[in-house]
């Protein structure tokens, strides 16, 4: 499957997302197929106590992303439904109907490359049973029982009769796993995920990104999402992800500038950029998903400088027409990083004047504008933007 094709079925919002501008989003909206031959699919019963052994074990791993979540994995719970974590009355809702024999959801795992089960659907109802034989809620509470049926009030896990706690330990909870196969299995999970949507909300493709490639280069990004002049200048964490996004798109297009400098004048190869956009992050997360290819300490600082000196020029240097604008954040802070590692990176006021420049540049508007994941738009942008901030046409 192509990367156009597998893109597609985990959109981002269509035009704002958060107040911030992805014309992008248009131009990987077109394929929604998932093709089965990139998957493989059973079915498998798993008894209750299992769950939450493999749960304590990490061989049944909830997918985080939530940035504000700063404990360890035991709390970071909130991967994909909208709604925060079930609220108590909901889980002991769930646990009862479990003691009561009655049926409950299946659950969505996906085979992980080291055997592992990645939950794609049914974090919450693990969740909830993992609290419940450990004795607290997530808040700290003692996990007990209350708006249940009589002969259950006021129970908790140790607390069940031997009977019931047999029950519920051997009770079957369905599952459905799926394989991921070939060179395309990843790209078909991707689309996957974002069809699931037991939370009522449709997940963006970065929610989805981050738990399909979750790794050190994830986790990198959410280190570099805390940096202070990067939140100046996107202004409040996005609670859809859409900053870890910027980033994202920011350090691959960098990738791409370096790979394309060389052949200008003419520009005709965009380096490692092919669109769609969608599709060309994940390939970038695949590959550098353990940061083994990527120089994380110099990138970084290039990162945080570039950040910096945007700050210190105008704190609204990212934004256009007074809104973030994914295209024009890439072009910059991809520009930017690209001249910090150079050691060219240009004083406050050259950026200052640059910027300027970029936002009464009618080619540059276009670009930024308009079927922004289109290569020639890619590299047009990138190339006048490297260019303005004092980038130079010839290494």
């Known amino acids: 499957m192509s990367d156009h094709e597998a893109s597609s079925a985990a959109q981002d919002s269509d035009v704002v997302n958060e107040g911030v501008v992805d014309e992008s989003t248009k131009d990987d909206s077109t394929l929604r197929e998932v093709p089965d031959a990139s998957l493989d699919y059973f079915g498998a019963d798993f008894d209750v106590a299992g769950l939450v052994r493999r749960l304590k074990d990490e061989d049944i791993v909830v997918p985080r992303f939530d940035d504000e979540d700063e404990e360890d994995y035991e709390t970071e719970i909130d991967p994909f439904q909208r709604a925060k974590v079930w609220s ?3 889980m ?14 299946s659950i969505f795992l996906v085979v992980e490359s080291d055997e592992r089960y990645l939950v794609l659907d049914g974090q919450q109802r693990l969740t909830a049973l993992r609290h419940f034989f450990e004795g607290f809620y997530p808040n700290g509470q003692p996990f007990i029982l209350q708006n249940v049926v009589k002969h259950l009030k006021k129970k908790s896990y140790d607390s069940l009769s031997r009977p019931e706690k047999r029950k519920l330990d051997n009770t079957f909870i369905q599952a459905t796993v799926v394989q991921p196969k070939g060179t395309g299995g990843a790209n078909a999970v991707y689309s996957l995920f974002g069809r699931l949507n037991s939370g009522g909300v449709t997940l963006t493709p970065q929610e989805v ?20 002049s990067w939140r100046a200048l996107f202004g409040k964490k996005s609670p859809r992800l859409k900053d870890h996004e910027l980033i994202l798109r920011s350090l691959a297009l960098r990738e791409t500038l370096s ?6 004048p003419t520009g005709l190869d965009a380096g490692t950029y092919s669109p769609p956009m969608a599709g060309f992050l994940n390939a970038f997360l695949s590959r550098n998903r353990n940061l083994e290819s990527l120089n994380k300490e110099e990138l970084g ?13 105008n704190s609204n240097a990212l934004r256009y027409q007074k809104t973030i604008n994914a295209a024009h954040v890439d072009a910059v802070l991809a520009s930017m990083m690209e001249l910090c590692l150079e050691g060219a990176a240009p004083d406050s006021q050259h950026i200052k004047k640059a ?15 308009r ?9 047009e942008r990138l190339r006048i933007a490297y260019l303005t901030l004092g980038g130079s046409a010839s290494e």
């Open 355 to 369: 910027i300027q420049e970029l936002r009464e540049n009618v080619t540059y508007r276009g670009c930024v504008t």
């Open 259 to 264: 790979g394309m400098k060389n052949k200008w």
């Open 371 to 379: 079927s922004t994941s289109h290569s020639d738009s890619v590299r």
């Open 301 to 313: 600082e290039a990162f945080s400088t570039a950040c910096r000196l945007l700050v210190e020029s």
């Open 92 to 105: 002991e809702t769930f646990i009862e109907s479990l003691l009561l024999g009655w049926p409950v959801p």
């Open 209 to 228: 990104r981050v738990a399909l490639y979750m790794g050190d280069a994830t986790e990198w990004i959410r280190e570099l999402n805390r940096d202070v």
């Open 88 to 90: 108590n009355a909901r």
